[in-house]
């Protein structure tokens, strides 16, 4: 079993929906979490940065940590075609590494 | 400062040539990663410096592979006699260390390495 279970999809959702993106985790130790954007051929690009449990929140875009479940999510609202891209969740422990997830590749047709 | 920089974006090479490839992290971070992602897969981490010391090596970076970051500042990943299981996506991070670590972790638009 890995470390960060994430679900590659594809996840295809109509312009303007809700979507959900999530992860689950085995190490008790993560305390930050990420979640990143990567367009086909770049490199990922933060989009959330969270510190333990709880909700943050920036722009369209939101991220929940519940470490009592070890899952993350990820939510963006009003779901755009310039959304279509794969999302990365990471995480680590008091180290600098970060763990990645497979990535969730989402598709926003109009 | 326009961000991480690496450089060749693309690389074709023989098998069982050496290949080099560059990065060039936000001048103020200190700290510097190289990962590599395979297509369907999240980066997988394989060294990390603080300033020129190389802190961490996976155990992906067999033999055939060295980093250097000479004086702190920009890095470079050399590949010994690739091999078609080389063929990857290698990127490059950078992060400033303290309280800015989280938030400031960048990543450059990586090489895409083909092993033919």
């Known amino acids: 079993q890995k470390e960060v279970e994430q679900d590659p999809g594809p996840l295809s959702v109509p312009e303007g929906a809700i979507v959900s993106l999530n992860c689950t985790y085995s190490?008790?130790?993560?305390?930050?979490f990420m979640w990143y954007r990567q367009y086909s051929r770049k490199g990922p690009e933060l989009l959330m940065y969270t510190y333990s449990s709880g909700n943050k929140e920036d722009g369209r875009f939101t991220a929940q940590v519940d470490k009592s479940s070890k899952y993350i999510s990820l939510f963006i609202r009003d779901s755009q075609p310039s959304d279509s891209a794969t999302y990365l969740c990471a995480m680590r422990s008091g180290s600098y590494i970060p763990t990645f997830g497979r990535g969730t590749s989402l598709i926003v047709h109009p | 400062d326009t961000g991480v920089s690496q450089n060749p974006r693309h690389k074709i090479t023989k098998r069982g040539q050496n290949v080099t490839f560059r990065c060039d992290p936000i001048?103020?971070?200190?700290?510097l990663y190289w990962y590599r992602q395979t297509l369907g897969q999240g980066p997988e981490f394989l060294t990390y410096f603080q300033n020129e010391a190389q802190l961490e090596k996976s155990r992906l970076l067999s033999d055939r592979f060295s980093a250097e970051r000479p004086k702190g500042s920009f890095s470079t990943l050399e590949i010994q006699r690739t091999e078609q299981g080389d063929s990857a996506m290698y990127l490059c991070a950078s992060s400033p260390g303290g309280t800015g670590e989280g938030s400031g972790y960048t990543f450059g638009s990586g090489t895409r390495l083909t092993v033919v």
């Open positions: 001048s103020e971070h200190n700290r």
């Open positions: 190490n008790s130790a993560f305390q930050y």
